[in-house]
């Protein structure tokens, strides 16, 4: 039973295009977070939300839109897909007071 | 500005021989850094943690060391098994900003038979 998973695990689309990736831990955690590894293999925070409140939002384009149903649901829209919105993207949860994420297996996005 | 930096992109070691995997860091504020690995296909697994306030953690077969004053820390890999082939992630956070992790571009070790 996947402690985080998220899905789609690969998607591919065309520019302009507006797409949504799911997220769902089954944890019982109260922080749930997106990360983007880019091509450089950096990973670097996006968003984090917690018990559906977010509370960091980092200098992303406003294409990139959270939303978290639940604190054990984060989803992920992006408007008008670009070229360099090719990444991995991983959703993540932690526990107020556990420095230790779980991450999911990763979104592999990529626009062409 | 790259706040956790791992200068090796890949390690290749024996079997059975000692991994050292290095990270540095620019920013005194961080309380808590952690390892994380990362198989191809997959996210990264939580490894190892330390605090600020040590300079050694050890469970099992890995050993995280912080040097405070240099700025760096390492983690010790023995023995070194063909499993532990993977990509290392350092990672670093400042316990007032919440739970953000900076983390540095990774290193892939490869563990040969």
């Known amino acids: 039973d996947t402690a985080v998973s998220q899905t789609p695990k690969y998607l591919v689309t065309q520019m302009g295009n507006d797409k949504s990736i799911k997220c769902e831990q089954n944890?019982?955690?109260?922080?749930m977070y997106w990360y983007k590894q880019d091509s450089k293999k950096f990973l670097k925070i996006m968003f984090s939300?917690?018990?559906?409140?977010?509370?960091i939002n980092e200098t992303v384009p406003n294409r990139f839109s959270p939303k978290s149903p639940d604190k054990a649901h984060l989803n992920l829209h992006i408007n008008s897909l670009e070229l360099g919105d090719s990444a991995v993207y991983f959703c993540a949860s932690s526990q107020e007071g556990l420095w230790g994420y779980t991450f999911g297996s990763g979104t592999r996005l990529t626009v062409v | 500005d790259q706040q956790v930096k791992q200068n090796s992109p890949s390690l290749s070691v024996q079997e059975g021989r000692i991994s050292i995997l290095n990270c540095d860091y620019t920013?005194?504020?961080?309380?808590?850094f952690l390892w994380y690995k990362k198989y191809p296909a997959e996210g990264p697994t939580f490894l190892i943690s330390i605090s600020s306030i040590k300079d050694k953690n050890e469970d099992g077969r890995f050993t995280v060391f912080l040097n405070k004053s240099a700025k760096h820390l390492s983690l010790h890999i023995v023995p070194s098994q063909p499993g532990d082939s993977a990509v290392y992630f350092c990672a670093a956070l400042i316990e007032t900003s919440g739970s953000r992790l900076t983390f540095g571009e990774g290193t892939q070790l490869t563990v040969n038979p």
């Open positions: 920013n005194s504020m961080f309380d808590y």
């Open positions: 939300y917690n018990n559906k409140e977010l509370i």
């Open positions: 944890l019982g955690h109260d922080t």
